[in-house]
């Protein structure tokens, strides 16, 4: 089935700092999305990528698609403590039932 | 109001015995999920239910039964619970083949 990795699995920056996380899956993806998950809380929403070599900004995170649509990544530009959580990329089946997340990438931004 | 509510918020109970979680959701989607997220934070899908038909079941033990009597509802019953079922137990919710997921508060249960 589809395999969704992610990379790397904690980071941790000083505030003010720059962070990425990375998303590669074994298959052709028909889009991808982005959620967050704070600490204690649910996963939520952040963004869907469709076309391929996309890039969209939300103020201080840019998402990116890859060209073969196999691979997406997060940056943060200069992060803040309430970066902090847990970012998951998600891929859909091909029949779109199936929402299949990375493992995540741990934040923890420290002041 | 909540889009997509789960109860309980925590269950705490003995080996072997049989528990539901209920999630509801208010969003008129016809797609709801069970995904399971251990204490390494993976999230892993057990169940997709599309107007209240079960479509993906990822190999999942048979304690483990779904049930979806209408579109607003995916509960979750298990059976003779065990040690390894203690985790975070997410409902979400989705348009088939559309943006985004919804997901519930979860539900942290804990086998004793």
């Known amino acids: 089935g589809q395999q969704v990795m992610q990379i790397p699995q904690y980071q941790h920056v000083q505030e003010g700092e720059d962070f990425t996380t990375y998303c590669n899956s074994s298959?052709?993806?028909?889009?991808i999305q982005w959620y967050k998950q704070r600490p204690g809380g649910h996963p939520v929403f952040l963004i869907q990528?469709?076309?391929?070599?996309e890039v969209k900004k939300q103020k201080r995170l840019t998402f990116q698609f890859g060209e073969a649509k196999k691979n997406s990544s997060l940056h943060i530009t200069a992060t803040q403590t309430t970066d902090v959580g847990t970012y998951f990329c998600?891929?859909?089946?091909?029949?779109?039932?199936?929402?299949?997340f990375g493992k995540g990438t741990s934040l923890l931004v420290t002041p | 109001d909540t889009a997509v509510s789960q109860t309980p918020k925590y269950l705490v109970t003995q080996m072997g015995n049989d528990k539901s979680i209920k999630c509801e959701q208010n969003?008129?989607?016809?797609?709801m999920y069970w995904y399971k997220q251990d204490s390494k934070k993976f999230l892993k899908i057990m169940f997709s239910?599309?107007?209240?038909?079960?479509?993906i079941n990822e190999t999942v033990p048979n304690r483990f039964s779904p049930k979806s009597p209408d579109k607003a509802h995916l509960n979750l019953h298990i059976n003779s619970l065990e040690l390894g079922d203690s985790a975070v137990y997410f409902c979400?919710?989705?348009?088939?083949?559309?943006?985004?997921?919804?997901f519930g508060q979860g539900t942290r249960l804990t086998v004793v």
């Open positions: 998600a891929g859909r089946s091909s029949s779109g039932y199936a929402l299949n």
């Open positions: 239910y599309n107007n209240k038909e079960l479509i």
């Open positions: 979400a919710s989705s348009s088939q083949g559309s943006t985004e997921a919804f």
């Open positions: 298959t052709t993806l028909s889009n």
């Open positions: 969003l008129g989607h016809d797609t």
């Open positions: 990528l469709v076309k391929s070599g």
